[in-house]
């Protein structure tokens, strides 16, 4: 989708239009949840800080200042709950996370890539891996960069930096994979083998990793336990309510008791639904 179809549909989820949240939602789902798992210690985590996420993102889309923020504010969104959820964990678990490696050392930047880090599945988490491992700074940088594609003022922004503190940081961060793979990966630099230089590399190896490891069914789950397809809906259910469902017998005495005290009640329909009487509060 282009950028310009992209600002179309932010504009009219600004105006509280359901179906072009929805669809902006869907857009960014693989991406959002992509981010989390990068950036959290499990699944669990990373599911929990996506619907977070997507919560944040009914609440303020309203409030955004112009289309042309979305991008900036939702890489924002993303950075500080995937922090606090590594924070709270550290705090629960006793960890203690170093934000930079200490000390300098003498490995250049990488340049490039084999050709078959690109190809073969295994190779490619492996690189994935190698990132996941990297100080939280660094790895956002190359999560902005090589997977978002922003460029260094978009992602410096995000980052509340400066384009050449941000273009700094980067560099930093492919010295440190290389080092990584130096330790790790064993002679992945050997002669005749075919390279390719790191933009694209990294940007493929993480788009078909993002791919295999975020399927549709994960997003649309992610997505109704947000909330996303009830948003903006008029007597809804808001985003992050804790929702029960509710069938036959028992949703028969919650009328009941709705009746005789006067609650209201929000009720979502299913098929399985009993029909509401006409003196439920609603």
């Given at each position: ?40 210690n499990n699944p669990q985590d990373a599911e929990d800080a996506a619907q977070e996420v997507f919560i944040r ?52 930047a990488l340049e490039s890539l084999p050709q078959e880090y690109i190809e073969d599945a295994s190779l490619r ?158």
């Amino acid at each position: 989708m282009s950028e310009n179809t992209l600002m179309a549909v932010v504009e009219k989820a600004r105006a509280r239009d359901r179906a072009a949240f929805i669809q902006l939602c869907e857009m960014k789902a693989r991406y959002v949840l992509y981010y989390c798992r990068r950036n959290t210690n499990n699944p669990q985590d990373a599911e929990d800080a996506a619907q977070e996420v997507f919560i944040r993102m009914q609440k303020g889309i309203t409030k955004l200042s112009a289309p042309e923020a979305f991008n900036t504010w939702l890489n924002k969104l993303l950075i500080n709950t995937c922090s606090s959820v590594r924070r709270k964990n550290m705090k629960e678990n006793g960890n203690i996370s170093l934000d930079d490696y200490s000390g300098e050392f003498a490995s250049d930047a990488l340049e490039s890539l084999p050709q078959e880090y690109i190809e073969d599945a295994s190779l490619r988490e492996a690189v994935v891996e190698l990132i996941d491992d990297l100080p939280e700074k660094y790895r956002n940088c190359i999560l902005l960069y090589y997977y978002q594609h922003m460029n260094y003022a978009q992602a410096a922004e995000v980052l509340g930096v400066t384009p050449d503190v941000f273009k700094y940081n980067l560099t930093l961060a492919r010295k440190h994979l290389k080092l990584e793979m130096d330790t790790r990966m064993g002679e992945w630099q050997r002669p005749g083998v075919q390279m390719v230089a790191v933009s694209p590399a990294l940007s493929a190896i993480l788009s078909q990793s993002a791919s295999a490891v975020v399927l549709p069914a994960a997003m649309q789950q992610c997505l109704t336990a947000a909330g996303v397809y009830t948003a903006f809906a008029a007597g809804g259910v808001a985003a992050g309510t804790i929702t029960t469902f509710f069938t036959g017998p028992v949703l028969q005495g919650l009328i009941s008791a709705a009746v005789a005290t006067g609650v209201a009640l929000t009720v979502l329909f299913t098929t399985a639904s009993p029909p509401l009487p006409a003196n439920v509060p609603v």
